[in-house]
Protein backbone atom coordinates (compact mmCIF):
# COMPACT_ATOMS: atom_id res chain seq x y z
CA UNK A 1 0.00 0.00 0.00
CA UNK A 2 1.46 3.52 -0.77
CA UNK A 3 2.82 5.61 1.79
CA UNK A 4 1.40 9.28 2.58
CA UNK A 5 3.24 12.04 4.27
CA UNK A 6 3.09 11.05 7.49
CA UNK A 7 4.86 7.78 7.22
CA UNK A 8 8.23 9.54 6.73
CA UNK A 9 10.16 12.47 8.18
CA UNK A 10 13.35 13.97 8.11
CA UNK A 11 14.55 11.36 10.76
CA UNK A 12 14.09 8.72 8.10
CA UNK A 13 15.22 8.79 4.24
CA UNK A 14 12.51 10.24 2.53
CA UNK A 15 11.67 9.36 -1.34
CA UNK A 16 10.08 10.99 -4.06
CA UNK A 17 9.01 14.64 -3.74
CA UNK A 18 9.81 14.33 0.42
CA UNK A 19 13.50 13.90 -0.80
CA UNK A 20 13.51 16.61 -2.52
CA UNK A 21 11.31 19.07 0.08
CA UNK A 22 14.46 17.54 2.56
CA UNK A 23 17.23 18.74 -0.35
CA UNK A 24 14.97 22.29 0.11
CA UNK A 25 15.13 22.31 3.69
CA UNK A 26 18.96 21.21 4.05
CA UNK A 27 19.42 23.68 1.42
CA UNK A 28 17.64 26.24 3.35
CA UNK A 29 19.63 25.82 6.15
CA UNK A 30 23.09 26.03 4.77
CA UNK A 31 22.47 29.16 3.40
CA UNK A 32 21.32 30.04 7.03
CA UNK A 33 24.57 29.61 7.99
CA UNK A 34 26.07 31.21 5.45
CA UNK A 35 24.17 34.40 6.75
CA UNK A 36 25.02 33.60 9.89
CA UNK A 37 29.07 33.69 8.79
CA UNK A 38 28.31 37.17 7.21
CA UNK A 39 26.94 38.45 10.77
CA UNK A 40 30.50 37.09 12.32
CA UNK A 41 32.45 39.04 9.40
CA UNK A 42 30.51 42.05 9.47
CA UNK A 43 27.67 43.06 7.50
CA UNK A 44 28.91 46.13 6.65
CA UNK A 45 31.22 44.68 4.06
CA UNK A 46 28.89 43.17 1.73
CA UNK A 47 26.47 44.56 -0.58
CA UNK A 48 23.30 44.87 0.43
CA UNK A 49 22.32 42.32 -2.38
CA UNK A 50 23.83 39.54 -1.06
CA UNK A 51 22.88 39.96 2.63
CA UNK A 52 19.37 40.09 1.97
CA UNK A 53 19.51 37.79 -0.84
CA UNK A 54 20.64 34.96 1.90
CA UNK A 55 18.49 36.34 4.32
CA UNK A 56 14.95 35.90 2.39
CA UNK A 57 16.20 32.97 0.47
CA UNK A 58 16.80 30.97 3.59
CA UNK A 59 12.79 30.74 4.66
CA UNK A 60 11.83 31.05 1.44
CA UNK A 61 13.83 27.25 0.84
CA UNK A 62 11.65 26.44 4.04
CA UNK A 63 8.57 27.70 2.59
CA UNK A 64 9.04 25.24 -0.66
CA UNK A 65 9.98 22.39 1.62
CA UNK A 66 6.76 22.56 3.76
CA UNK A 67 4.54 22.93 0.41
CA UNK A 68 6.80 20.09 -1.46
CA UNK A 69 6.63 17.92 1.61
CA UNK A 70 2.80 18.35 3.05
CA UNK A 71 0.48 18.51 -0.26
CA UNK A 72 -2.40 19.61 2.27
CA UNK A 73 -4.29 22.21 3.80
CA UNK A 74 -1.28 22.79 6.80
CA UNK A 75 1.43 22.38 3.88
CA UNK A 76 -0.23 25.62 2.05
CA UNK A 77 -0.64 27.47 5.18
CA UNK A 78 2.69 26.65 6.12
CA UNK A 79 4.48 27.57 3.15
CA UNK A 80 2.14 30.62 2.86
CA UNK A 81 3.41 31.58 6.36
CA UNK A 82 7.18 31.11 5.46
CA UNK A 83 6.68 33.06 2.71
CA UNK A 84 5.35 36.14 4.45
CA UNK A 85 8.54 35.52 7.45
CA UNK A 86 10.83 35.46 4.64
CA UNK A 87 9.10 38.88 2.79
CA UNK A 88 9.52 40.62 6.20
CA UNK A 89 13.21 39.35 6.42
CA UNK A 90 13.59 41.26 3.46
CA UNK A 91 11.94 44.66 4.01
CA UNK A 92 13.83 45.31 7.16
CA UNK A 93 16.96 45.87 5.03
CA UNK A 94 15.97 47.56 2.34
CA UNK A 95 16.71 51.33 2.30
CA UNK A 96 13.17 52.53 2.12
CA UNK A 97 10.70 54.73 4.23
CA UNK A 98 8.87 52.57 7.36
CA UNK A 99 11.27 49.75 6.03
CA UNK A 100 10.34 47.97 9.81
CA UNK A 101 6.80 48.60 10.29
CA UNK A 102 6.03 47.40 6.72
CA UNK A 103 8.75 44.38 7.76
CA UNK A 104 6.55 43.99 11.33
CA UNK A 105 3.20 43.77 9.23
CA UNK A 106 4.85 40.93 6.54
CA UNK A 107 5.95 38.93 9.77
CA UNK A 108 2.38 39.60 11.59
CA UNK A 109 0.62 38.05 8.49
CA UNK A 110 3.02 35.10 9.00
CA UNK A 111 1.94 34.99 12.84
CA UNK A 112 -1.51 34.44 12.14
CA UNK A 113 -1.13 31.80 9.38
CA UNK A 114 0.90 29.82 11.61
CA UNK A 115 -1.92 30.40 14.04
CA UNK A 116 -4.36 28.91 11.88
CA UNK A 117 -1.70 25.97 11.22
CA UNK A 118 -1.80 25.10 14.74
CA UNK A 119 -5.61 25.41 14.99
CA UNK A 120 -6.59 23.51 12.05
CA UNK A 121 -4.15 20.62 13.88
CA UNK A 122 -5.22 21.54 17.12
CA UNK A 123 -4.83 18.77 20.45
CA UNK A 124 -8.29 18.08 21.75
CA UNK A 125 -8.25 19.57 25.61
CA UNK A 126 -8.15 16.11 27.18
CA UNK A 127 -4.94 15.55 25.45
CA UNK A 128 -3.24 18.45 26.27
CA UNK A 129 -0.04 17.43 28.42
CA UNK A 130 0.47 19.38 31.85
CA UNK A 131 3.38 20.56 30.54
CA UNK A 132 2.59 21.67 27.73
CA UNK A 133 -0.10 23.86 29.95
CA UNK A 134 2.82 25.07 32.14
CA UNK A 135 4.68 26.47 29.70
CA UNK A 136 1.84 28.34 27.67
CA UNK A 137 0.91 30.12 31.12
CA UNK A 138 4.49 30.82 31.91
CA UNK A 139 4.27 32.53 28.43
CA UNK A 140 1.96 35.04 29.11
CA UNK A 141 2.88 35.88 32.47
CA UNK A 142 6.07 36.44 31.12
CA UNK A 143 4.59 38.65 27.72
CA UNK A 144 2.47 40.86 29.93
CA UNK A 145 5.75 41.46 32.68
CA UNK A 146 7.01 42.83 29.27
CA UNK A 147 4.33 44.53 27.92
CA UNK A 148 3.76 46.91 30.50
CA UNK A 149 6.45 46.84 32.47
CA UNK A 150 10.01 46.09 30.59
CA UNK A 151 9.21 47.22 27.78
CA UNK A 152 8.20 50.81 28.22
CA UNK A 153 9.11 51.69 24.53
CA UNK A 154 6.19 48.38 23.78
CA UNK A 155 3.72 50.28 25.88
CA UNK A 156 3.72 53.84 24.36
CA UNK A 157 4.16 52.20 20.83
CA UNK A 158 1.83 52.27 18.00
CA UNK A 159 -1.16 49.62 17.79
CA UNK A 160 1.16 47.65 15.10
CA UNK A 161 3.97 47.02 17.84
CA UNK A 162 1.51 46.05 20.66
CA UNK A 163 -0.75 43.68 18.28
CA UNK A 164 2.33 41.93 16.84
CA UNK A 165 3.49 41.08 20.21
CA UNK A 166 0.09 40.00 20.89
CA UNK A 167 0.12 37.73 18.23
CA UNK A 168 3.83 36.53 18.75
CA UNK A 169 2.35 34.82 22.18
CA UNK A 170 -1.09 33.35 20.77
CA UNK A 171 1.02 32.25 18.38
CA UNK A 172 3.35 29.89 20.97
CA UNK A 173 -0.35 29.56 22.58
CA UNK A 174 -1.59 27.31 19.84
CA UNK A 175 2.05 25.68 19.01
CA UNK A 176 1.98 24.44 22.16
CA UNK A 177 -1.84 23.57 22.07
CA UNK A 178 -1.28 21.53 18.54
CA UNK A 179 -0.86 17.86 18.03
CA UNK A 180 2.13 18.71 16.58
CA UNK A 181 5.45 17.27 18.50
CA UNK A 182 6.11 19.97 21.62
CA UNK A 183 9.96 19.26 21.69
CA UNK A 184 9.82 20.80 18.00
CA UNK A 185 7.08 22.89 17.25
CA UNK A 186 6.54 24.07 20.53
CA UNK A 187 10.19 24.94 21.37
CA UNK A 188 10.73 26.63 18.00
CA UNK A 189 7.52 29.07 18.50
CA UNK A 190 9.59 29.95 21.59
CA UNK A 191 13.05 30.63 20.27
CA UNK A 192 11.00 32.31 17.60
CA UNK A 193 9.56 34.58 20.34
CA UNK A 194 12.71 35.13 21.91
CA UNK A 195 13.45 35.98 18.74
CA UNK A 196 11.48 38.68 17.60
CA UNK A 197 11.25 40.25 21.59
CA UNK A 198 15.16 40.90 20.85
CA UNK A 199 14.07 42.35 17.28
CA UNK A 200 11.67 44.55 18.64
CA UNK A 201 13.71 46.02 21.22
CA UNK A 202 16.31 46.96 19.26
CA UNK A 203 14.24 48.91 16.89
CA UNK A 204 12.45 50.49 19.85
CA UNK A 205 16.13 51.62 21.00
CA UNK A 206 15.89 49.31 24.23
CA UNK A 207 18.71 51.26 25.70
CA UNK A 208 20.81 48.02 27.71
CA UNK A 209 20.85 46.87 24.48
CA UNK A 210 22.67 50.11 22.97
CA UNK A 211 26.17 49.54 21.59
CA UNK A 212 26.20 45.69 21.02
CA UNK A 213 24.16 45.56 17.31
CA UNK A 214 27.00 43.21 16.11
CA UNK A 215 26.06 40.69 18.70
CA UNK A 216 22.56 41.25 18.99
CA UNK A 217 22.23 40.28 15.22
CA UNK A 218 24.08 37.00 15.72
CA UNK A 219 21.52 36.21 18.85
CA UNK A 220 18.08 37.28 17.19
CA UNK A 221 19.36 35.49 13.45
CA UNK A 222 20.30 32.57 15.17
CA UNK A 223 17.24 32.03 17.35
CA UNK A 224 15.48 32.66 14.43
CA UNK A 225 16.86 30.00 12.38
CA UNK A 226 16.77 27.69 15.35
CA UNK A 227 13.15 28.50 15.89
CA UNK A 228 12.03 28.10 11.89
CA UNK A 229 14.24 25.29 11.54
CA UNK A 230 11.77 23.75 14.69
CA UNK A 231 8.69 24.48 13.28
CA UNK A 232 9.62 23.49 9.77
CA UNK A 233 10.74 19.65 11.13
CA UNK A 234 7.44 19.60 13.86
CA UNK A 235 5.45 20.12 10.58
CA UNK A 236 7.30 17.16 8.22
CA UNK A 237 6.81 15.11 11.34
CA UNK A 238 2.94 15.68 11.41
CA UNK A 239 2.34 13.39 14.23
CA UNK A 240 4.35 12.71 17.39
CA UNK A 241 6.32 9.76 17.21
CA UNK A 242 7.80 7.03 19.73
CA UNK A 243 10.22 9.59 20.76
CA UNK A 244 8.06 12.72 21.10
CA UNK A 245 4.94 11.11 22.73
CA UNK A 246 5.85 12.15 26.04
CA UNK A 247 5.97 15.97 25.07
Known amino acids: MAHTWADENLFTRPTGTH ?6 FLAGLTVSLVHLTLILIGLDGFSLLVVTSCKGLTVALFALAAITWRHDLTGYLASLAFLACATGDVLILLPISDAFQHALKAVSVGHVLFIIVFLVNRESMQDISSVKA ?4 LLWSVMIVLLFFAYPHIRDADTLVTSHVIAMAVMVTTALMSRFPGLLVGLGAVL ?4 DSLLLAVQLDFEPLTGYQGVVDLVVWALYIAGQVLLLMGIMVGRPRRYFHKY
Not at 19 to 24: K, M
Not at 192 to 195: A, F, G, T, V
Open 134 to 137: RVAS
Open 192 to 195: YLLS
Open 19 to 24: AVAQTL
